[in-house]
């Protein structure tokens, strides 16, 4: 039966597709049948891998009741990571989903049959705390959090908890913090390394310790629709993926 991780932080642009694109990747390598579900509409994460943001059926389907998961189901580049695919339209399920009862747990129910044909399934959800991140914790037993060592990196992380706990309380006792990531760390900066010092000091025991730095071939790979390991293997962001991967797998 999988683990179900999902990769959550309301503010965009702290590497959440990033963390999901390269861990799942990198777990998919190290020889565990993977599934990455992008439910983002921006779908960053079905064009990092290499697919098309307009494949039919979509987790949109699938959210809508019109598909299941294995239907809407692609391979990627790498052989044990497949792909459900996200898609524009995806962003009407924000005002439509609150409407129809039991929409909550919509993606839970569609990945029941999927859980036993994967060892890890991977959501990258959108940058909000609304329904469709929602869908993802209520699917997820475990949280990994990018959380970019910049200015402000910890505001907003209370609201990000108090949403977990609500989720916990409501609708998934199950849900717990896999842990929070340190994403694109410029470690020459003072501020990047005083960021670090104080997001481990407010959640010891809650951080992984591997920082992934800022690294230009890190972006360049999802530009190029591959994960960073295929892109350029030994460059500092590859080697720290790589290690993130093993830190969230002795986890599980
Ligand atoms: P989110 O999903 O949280 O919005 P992304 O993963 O899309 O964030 O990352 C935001 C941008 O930063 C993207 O353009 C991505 O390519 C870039 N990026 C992410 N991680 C790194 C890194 N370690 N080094 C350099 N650029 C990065
Ligand atoms: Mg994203």
Same mark, same amino acid.
């Given at each position: 039966?999988?683990?179900?991780?999902?990769?959550?932080?309301?503010? @965009?642009?702290?590497?959440?597709?990033?963390?999901?694109?390269?861990?799942?990747?990198?777990?998919?390598?190290?020889?565990?049948?993977? +599934?990455?579900?992008?439910?983002?509409?921006?779908?960053?994460?079905?064009?990092?891998?290499?697919?098309?943001?307009?494949?039919?059926?979509?987790?949109?389907?699938? +959210?809508?009741?019109?598909?299941?998961?294995?239907?809407?189901? +692609?391979?990627?580049?790498?052989?044990?990571?497949?792909?459900?695919?996200?898609?524009?339209?995806?962003?009407?399920?924000?005002?439509?989903?609150?409407?129809?009862?039991?929409?909550? %747990?919509?993606?839970?129910?569609?990945?029941?049959?999927?859980?036993?044909?994967?060892?890890?399934?991977?959501?990258?959800?959108?940058?909000?705390?609304?329904?469709?991140?929602?869908?993802?914790?209520?699917?997820?037993?475990?949280?990994?959090?990018? %959380?970019?060592?910049?200015?402000?990196?910890?505001?907003?992380?209370? @609201?990000?908890?108090?949403?977990?706990?609500?989720?916990?309380?409501?609708?998934?006792?199950?849900?717990?913090?896999?842990?929070?990531?340190?994403?694109?760390?410029?470690?020459?900066?003072?501020?990047?390394?005083?960021?670090?010092?104080?997001?481990?000091?407010?959640?010891?025991?809650?951080?992984?310790?591997?920082?992934?730095?800022?690294?230009?071939?890190?972006?360049?790979?999802?530009?190029?629709?591959?994960?960073?390991?295929?892109?350029?293997?030994?460059?500092?962001?590859?080697?720290?993926?790589?290690?993130?991967?093993?830190?969230?797998?002795?986890?599980?």
């Amino acid at each position: 039966m999988a683990t179900v991780y999902a990769i959550a932080n309301q503010k @965009g642009g702290v590497g959440k597709t990033t963390t999901a694109v390269n861990v799942a990747a990198c777990i998919a390598e190290a020889g565990h049948d993977t +599934l990455l579900v992008d439910i983002d509409p921006q779908a960053n994460a079905t064009v990092g891998l290499g697919a098309a943001k307009d494949v039919e059926p979509n987790v949109y389907d699938v +959210l809508a009741g019109s598909a299941t998961i294995a239907e809407a189901t +692609l391979a990627t580049g790498i052989e044990r990571l497949k792909l459900v695919p996200s898609h524009p339209d995806l962003a009407g399920a924000n005002s439509e989903l609150p409407r129809e009862a039991g929409s909550e %747990v919509r993606l839970r129910e569609a990945l029941v049959a999927a859980r036993g044909h994967f060892e890890y399934i991977l959501i990258d959800c959108p940058p909000s705390l609304g329904p469709l991140t929602v869908n993802g914790l209520a699917a997820a037993e475990r949280v990994i959090v990018p %959380v970019q060592t910049e200015y402000f990196a910890l505001e907003g992380l209370a @609201g990000l908890l108090d949403t977990l706990a609500l989720v916990q309380r409501e609708l998934n006792p199950r849900l717990t913090i896999a842990g929070m990531a340190l994403t694109m760390h410029d470690g020459r900066t003072r501020l990047a390394r005083d960021v670090e010092r104080e997001v481990r000091e407010h959640f010891p025991a809650l951080v992984f310790d591997t920082v992934i730095p800022r690294n230009v071939r890190v972006g360049e790979a999802s530009s190029f629709g591959r994960p960073v390991a295929h892109h350029d293997p030994h460059c500092p962001g590859a080697h720290a993926y790589l290690e993130l991967a093993k830190e969230v797998v002795v986890r599980a």
